[in-house]
């Protein structure tokens, strides 16, 4: 596969923003996320392309994602959540994103956070941000991750509550995706307990980025710079198989997925 944006007309809003020249005046990509490392992972690609194009990207983090280790003892939250803040610092500069924002809530605890403060920070962020296009987590969450499926939740109900200006995609995954990968995501524990991982046609995505080149080797450096978490993967599935995983990026229009019952945010 070539490197770059693919995807037929409903790829129009992403080929504008990530076309050379760049516009006159720039659009701008706003992604919102749960944890450090979750933009790296569904949409460096993506930022790394907007931002070559000339355009704006601007990032929001839900949580600092302390609790984001299976040794608490040496990395109890207050000393691994700075740790997170400078990763992610330097995995955005990576792809050359400088615009960041923490929404300031607990890893882990986003479930219990109350439902019209947390829309209401994601509304102020779209009007003060006027993306064109906002990437984020799907209903399932990806991963099944309440954290993640939350957010999802909050930045569906800001969208719709703030007009539905921009377009709003959901990351997602493919059955190319599913067919490499599926057995190795099955051995890592990728997906919770309960979690049905979702799975779009190619022909129903919003876009589709296929990360190869020098597009992949940013990814890469991105990935790498949450190094607390990316490292120990890395180290597992060796260094081709680890940069392959989630080469290619995927999102679905929000108005195009249905939700299953009983997995609202």
């Known amino acids: 596969m070539s490197e770059g944006v693919r995807g037929g007309a409903a790829a129009d809003t992403l080929a504008l923003m990530t076309s050379a020249p760049p516009l006159l005046r720039p659009r701008t990509l706003l992604g919102v996320w749960a944890h450090p490392d979750d933009e790296a992972y569904l949409s460096a690609g993506l930022m790394a392309q907007t931002r070559q194009a000339g355009h704006r990207v601007v990032v929001a983090t839900a949580t600092r994602g302390e609790l984001g280790t299976e040794d608490p003892e040496r990395w109890p939250p207050g000393r691994l ?6 990763e992610l610092r330097d995995s ?3 792809v050359d994103v400088h615009e960041h924002h923490w929404l300031g809530h607990r890893d882990g605890e986003l479930p219990r956070v109350p439902t019209d403060e947390a829309v209401a920070q994601v509304e102020a962020l779209l009007d003060a941000v006027r993306p064109a296009v906002v990437v984020t987590f799907g209903p399932d969450g990806m991963t099944g991750h309440d954290d993640h499926r939350t957010v999802s939740g909050w930045v569906t109900r800001a969208w ?17 995706f599913h067919a490499t990968w599926g057995e190795l995501n099955q051995r890592l524990g990728v997906w919770y307990d309960g979690a049905v991982p979702p799975e779009t046609p190619r022909d129903r995505l919003a876009a589709e980025v296929v990360c190869a080149g020098e597009l992949l080797d940013r990814k890469h450096r991105a990935l790498r710079a949450h190094a607390s ?9 060796g260094t081709e198989d680890f940069r392959s995983w989630f080469a290619v990026e995927a999102f679905v229009a929000a108005g195009s997925v249905v939700e299953a019952p009983g997995r609202s945010g």
């Open 81 to 86: 959540g700075p740790l997170r803040e400078v």
């Open 92 to 94: 955005l500069a990576a």
């Open 160 to 176: 719709q509550r703030t007009g539905r200006r921009s377009a709003l995609w959901y990351a997602t995954l493919t059955p190319e």
């Open 229 to 237: 978490q990316t490292r120990p993967l890395e180290e597992l599935l």
